[in-house]
């Protein structure tokens, strides 16, 4: 798994200042399902779908 997550940051790391941070998404999520993000005062889900998709929903 870190081996693909390697080969994305790399891969990213091409775009230079176009793309900001990358961040896998199991560091989002750890072993849940989803989790919540606020943005601006906006609560937002974040959630893997049952086909391992992710999904943002406001």
Known sequence: M???I???AQAVSSYGSI???VIPSANL???E???VIVHD???YVLSITK???L???K
């Open 2 to 4: 870190s081996e693909r």
């Open 6 to 8: 390697d080969d994305l």
């Open 33 to 35: 399902k989803s989790v």
């Open 55 to 57: 999904i943002l929903t």
């Open 41 to 43: 005062d906006q609560r």
């Open 19 to 21: 793309v900001g941070k």
């Open 29 to 31: 999520l750890g072993k």
């Open 51 to 53: 086909l391992g998709k």
